[in-house]
């Protein structure tokens, strides 16, 4: 007895994807590109302006902890408490950071769907 393919070969070409129309595909791109540029520069700029604060916080002998920072409940009891005349920059410099990662993150994101749609339209 033989076992004839014929069968599974035709059912494996009658699945067929569609084709994205490639203004679509140049869309994607063009959005990928300019996600990538955008995360670049908020990064870039928020980086100086963390290192700007934190180089203040330094000269003056400002003793903090990457928790507390992060945490804002903490950096207000624990911080701020302890260094009032500095709260200000203090204040700004934690703001700063956890814009920085949540924008960061954000587009990190959408820079990661966007390629995944795009290796799905391209295997498409």
Known sequence: MSVSNRGCARRRSAIRYPRPAPAMFVLLVTIVIVLFLAM????LYFRAKVLRAYRDLVRTDVD?????????????EEVVS???????????FGNNLRRSIRMATV????ITLFGGI??????G
């Open 40 to 43: 670049l520069f908020v990064n």
């Open 64 to 76: 903090f902890s990457a928790a507390q920072i992060l945490s804002e409940r903490r950096m207000e």
């Open 107 to 110: 587009l990190l994101v959408l």
């Open 82 to 92: 302890a260094y009032p005349l500095h709260a200000a920059a203090i204040r700004a």
């Open 118 to 123: 795009l290796m799905w339209y391209r295997n």
